[in-house]
């Protein structure tokens, strides 16, 4: 094994580590989020809010961290990022009110903006092309990972010893892997490609947004964050009040339903695409738009299911998982694929603007306040004066029913991308030596 490949394998290990407490940190309001919403007194619109914040910053502070990516140490960014967000989780723990508690996941959100410009670009250095979908296959086996770790401990902690505990418990991990991230060897920008890119007049997001794939990613992006984000904040409340499932229960089933199935997703999706991308230039593109175009049915169904109706609820939301995550592992390496190394950062920092800005912030906002609407309308309909629990989760479980028609829309967008992608890869290669 050549230092390089040493090198590579060690980067992938820690960026892979890092990747998970991303998510894990992130994910720790959703997954306690109906206890954190009796203390404080919310209702389902002000608990999407959490998300909706922090996603706002998230995509703010990326398109700057972004391009500070391109021309910085990667490394050191990284390693200073998962310091600050790490300090910031565990700070959540001691909000004492509602207006507190935002102002720690706004810190949470400014620091893991450094996380997925930073990581990707420095696989797309440091893998080539026809190894690429699998390294950050493996990079973003750190979202069902977290989640499910996030779901599964969060769970376990909040149940016995209150939510506040799982909040500090999450910080240790945070701050090793920062020390290690240090010990990456920057790689050269293009290097594994063996050539660098030409020098290009204007601005790089100009030269970024003339990419007509990147324009459908970044529908495809919204459109599946809305619906990742809505899932997350709310299965685990659904699990709680329509089908009446304990915190550690409703946990344990979406540690399953949206970790563990969608790493399966994640790792077949990368090598699916790696194998496809050999033969046509837009294979990546189209694993990810047959697999969400499957998914939708597989929700839809899961949300027909009747109360206590857990087990056949499970199998279909994992199936949903199992297919929905390959679009990481595809697009994302997609998006390497049609930008040039030095500019790499920039077109993530974008896309993930977009991303956050317009899907993640919209999901969880616009999902709590159909709920709001419709448990309002159940309790109209049923003649009653106060809010009670039957209620809210009969307005839960009707705003849910938007997010297999959102899966379709986003295949879609996969399959507008399917038609450009080549003209944009030939494209890439000119703009390089």
């Not at 998970?20 to 306690?32: C, E, H, P, V, Y």
């Not at 909040?158 to 920057?186: D, N, S």
């Not at 939301?317 to 500019?343: E, K, W």
């Not at 950062?345 to 899907?359: K, Q, W």
């Amino acid at each position: 094994m050549t230092e390089q490949q040493s090198n590579a394998r060690f980067a992938l290990a820690v960026l892979f580590g890092i990747n998970l407490m991303n998510f894990f940190d992130r994910q720790i309001a959703g997954a306690l989020g109906e206890p954190i919403r009796v203390e404080f007194g919310l209702n389902d619109t002000q608990l999407g809010l959490v998300a909706t914040v922090f996603t706002l910053v998230y995509a703010a502070v990326g398109v700057p961290l972004g391009r500070l990516t391109d021309n910085w140490l990667r490394t050191r960014l990284i390693a200073i990022g998962v310091t600050f967000w790490s300090v910031l989780t565990a700070a959540s723990g001691l909000a004492w009110n509602y207006t507190s508690f935002l102002l720690t996941r706004i810190g949470v959100g400014i620091g893991e903006a450094s996380c997925a410009p930073a990581g990707q670009s420095l696989i797309g250095d440091l893998y080539p092309p026809e190894r690429r979908a699998r390294a950050m296959a493996i990079f973003m086996l750190g979202l069902p990972f977290g989640l499910f770790a996030a779901y599964m401990l969060s769970g376990y902690i909040g149940q016995k010893w209150g939510w506040r505990t799982a909040f500090f418990v999450a910080c240790l991990p945070g701050l090793i892997l920062a020390v290690l991230a240090l010990f990456i060897k920057e790689p050269p920008r293009g290097g594994v490609e063996q050539r660098t890119s030409l020098a290009l007049p204007g601005s790089p997001f100009r030269s970024v947004m003339r990419i007509k794939t990147l324009w459908w990613i970044v529908l495809s992006g919204l459109l599946y964050n809305f619906n990742a984000y809505a899932v997350n904040v709310f299965q685990t409340p659904f699990l709680q009040r329509f089908h009446e499932l304990g915190l550690r229960d409703a946990n344990m089933i979406s540690a399953f339903s949206l970790g563990l199935t969608g790493a399966i997703g994640l790792l077949l999706g990368g090598w699916l695409g790696d194998r496809l991308r050999t033969k046509r230039a837009n294979g990546r593109v189209l694993i990810a738009a047959f697999a969400l175009l499957f998914a939708a049915p597989c929700v839809f169904m899961a949300l027909q299911q009747p109360k206590g109706g857990v087990v056949v609820f499970t199998i279909l939301m994992g199936a949903s998982s199992a297919l929905s995550f390959a679009y990481y592992s595809t697009v994302y390496s997609a998006i390497q694929d049609v930008v040039a190394p030095n500019l790499r950062g920039t077109a993530v920092s974008l896309y993930f603007f977009a991303m956050y800005v317009l899907g993640a912030s919209f999901g969880s906002t616009v999902m709590g306040a159909l709920s709001d609407y419709f448990a309002h309308q159940a309790m109209v309909n049923a003649g009653a004066t106060a809010m009670e629990d039957t209620f809210r989760a009969s307005g839960l479980h009707s705003a849910m029913y938007v997010i297999p028609l959102l899966m379709l829309l986003c295949a879609g967008s996969l399959f507008g991308a399917a038609r450009t992608v080549g003209a944009d890869m030939r494209a890439m290669v000119t703009q390089t030596r």
